[in-house]
């Protein structure tokens, strides 16, 4: 069985040394401080029976039918083999509608389902629709508007010191760039898990369900409300668990709320900070829990259900986590659900694209008065994941 530390027999000790080093160059802190667990790479050899692939046998077998272009054939099952491995699983999973767990471990099943693949000369068939373009299009029409007419927010993100939250004319939609991922902080607040991510990567788009809203916070100071634009995220460490996206430097610009659940005009009085701790995480499952501890400011990616780029309602509620513990621990058959797919595309589907950032992009509602049928689409998406997640 092939799962996360797995290493082929000729991989030697040295090249494994020198993928933990990697590692923690991207995700900037030492493995041995990341908790024991299901997500804690430990290196070990591979015993392969006969018949069974290898590790490179995987990854050769995953770059040839498009879920790991940017492969590096080297024999270790890491971070984004487990990702590719997990992405192509899931796709058997979803679009197929085979017999298949998204868990990242590669067995006899789905070695089968790999090799009927390559047998076949398989390609996955994601649609690459209008939606796409009309989103950048969106995005930079946002942008030239915010550049000629800042409102008070976004006059002090472009007035303030460095950070990982870019004045306005930085802001970049490139589609050769890093992926995009883009949310919208609704007028309306309820504590639930009921806005929409969108993912943008090599003309797909998928949609997650969450929350941009601040959970609890007990900070003298006050609720943080990140800041609506556009903000720079790698992958690192969630409290030592998990792989999230992070603040790539000093840490995004927050709003402090006295008034907790609400942002308002007056809190800006006291300006902007730069917080490091505001992370794109995982948040549980499903519309029964209220945000609540789930984030302090964090824009948090329920696991219950997502959509894909053709625009179908995946659930994932048989396999997806309810708790932390669950989780962490690889007994109990349990993972992060739709927040994994998310992962996993930025990952392995974009494992070519130089870097390894990720641009969020956090707008308001108002925000969607420019693009009326994507407005229109985002609300019909809204309400297909409430119902299905409820």
């Not at 995953?62 to 491995?85: E, M, N």
């Not at 373009?133 to 927010?153: D, H």
């Not at 950070?163 to 607040?189: C, H, K, M, N």
Request: proline share 5%.
């Amino acid at each position: 069985m092939i799962e996360l530390g797995s290493c082929d027999p000729d991989v030697t000790d040295a090249a494994c040394a020198a993928y933990v080093k990697e590692v923690e160059q991207i995700t900037r802190l030492p493995l041995t401080q990341v908790q024991p667990g299901a997500d804690r790479i430990v290196t070990q050899r591979l015993t392969a029976g006969p018949g069974l692939m290898s590790v490179s046998d995987v990854q050769r077998g995953l770059k040839a039918i498009g879920f790991f272009p940017g492969a590096a054939i080297d024999g270790i099952c890491g971070y984004r083999t487990l990702s590719a491995i997990r992405l192509f699983q899931e796709y058997v999973r979803s679009v197929e509608k085979r017999d298949c767990v998204p868990d990242g471990r590669f067995g006899p099943a789905s070695q089968q389902h790999l090799q009927r693949w390559l047998d076949k000369g398989l390609r996955p068939d994601w649609a690459q629709t209008p939606e796409y373009a009309g989103w950048l299009s969106l995005l930079e029409q946002l942008k030239a508007k915010y550049q000629a007419s800042p409102n008070r927010m976004l006059q002090m993100v472009n007035s303030h010191a460095a950070s990982d939250t870019r004045a306005v004319a930085q802001w970049d939609f490139s589609p050769e760039g890093s992926p995009q991922l883009v949310g919208v902080r609704r007028t309306e607040f309820s504590g639930k898990f009921d806005d929409v991510f969108v993912l943008l990567l090599k003309g797909l788009v998928f949609k997650f369900q969450g929350s941009t809203e601040p959970g609890a916070s007990d900070n003298p100071r006050g609720t943080p409300f990140l800041v609506q634009g556009q903000h720079d995220y790698h992958f690192g460490w969630h409290k030592k668990t998990y792989l999230a996206l992070r603040p790539q430097g000093k840490g995004v610009l927050v709003v402090r709320s006295k008034n907790d659940k609400r942002l308002d005009e007056a809190d800006l009085a006291s300006g902007l900070e730069a917080e490091p701790s505001i992370n794109v995480h995982w948040g549980g499952m499903g519309m029964a829990r209220d945000v609540n501890s789930w984030s302090e400011g964090c824009q948090v990616i329920n696991g219950a259900v997502y959509i894909n780029s053709n625009d179908d309602l995946i659930d994932c509620s048989a396999f997806c986590a309810v708790s932390p513990s669950q989780a962490t621990d690889r007994g109990t058959g349990r993972t992060r659900g739709a927040y994994n797919v998310l992962v996993d595309l930025v990952t392995a589907l974009a494992s070519d694209v130089p870097g390894n950032s990720v641009r969020y992009t956090l707008l308001t509602e108002p925000d969607l008065e420019l693009a009326p049928r994507l407005k229109q689409e985002l609300a019909r998406a809204r309400d297909r994941v409430v119902r299905a997640a409820g």
